[in-house]
């Protein structure tokens, strides 16, 4: 059993940054990959980024990629999600995610363990 709790969330302007954080519970968080979806107000939830057990092979959606960061501290059983020059189609809700499998999966089905969301807003 993971517990994944997010944080970092807020109102930003277009243009700007945030870190959002996903602080894992328990000893096997080296042993999941960690992903990153959002769903946006009346979408379904879509895939951000993905990050490999060792943390060594990264993944994004085209939206996102250039922009975002995804990265992991197994020492603080903790992945983050560095956003820069967001856009007001970035506000969603956030979430992280927890794959026991290895392969490179997007679908949120693959996905074993999920937390509660943070809210992003980007104004224009």
């Known amino acids: 059993q993971v517990q994944l709790v997010e944080s970092g969330g807020g109102l930003v302007q277009a243009g700007g940054s945030l870190r959002l954080s996903c602080a894992a519970s328990?000893?096997?968080?080296?042993?999941?990959?960690m992903g990153w979806f959002r769903q946006a107000p009346g979408k379904e939830r879509e895939f951000v980024a993905r990050?490999?057990?060792?943390?060594?092979?990264?993944y994004y959606a085209d939206s996102v990629k250039g922009r975002f960061t995804i990265s992991r501290d197994s020492a603080k059983n903790t992945v983050y999600l560095q956003m820069n020059s967001l856009k007001p189609e970035d506000t969603a809700v956030y979430y992280c995610?927890?794959?026991?499998?290895?392969?490179?999966?997007?679908?949120?089905?693959?996905?074993?363990?999920w937390g509660q969301g943070t809210q992003v807003t980007v104004s224009s």
């Open positions: 995610a927890a794959d026991r499998g290895v392969q490179l999966v997007t679908r949120e089905g693959a996905y074993d363990y």
């Open positions: 990050i490999s057990r060792s943390g060594g092979i990264t």
């Open positions: 328990g000893r096997t968080f080296s042993k999941y990959a």
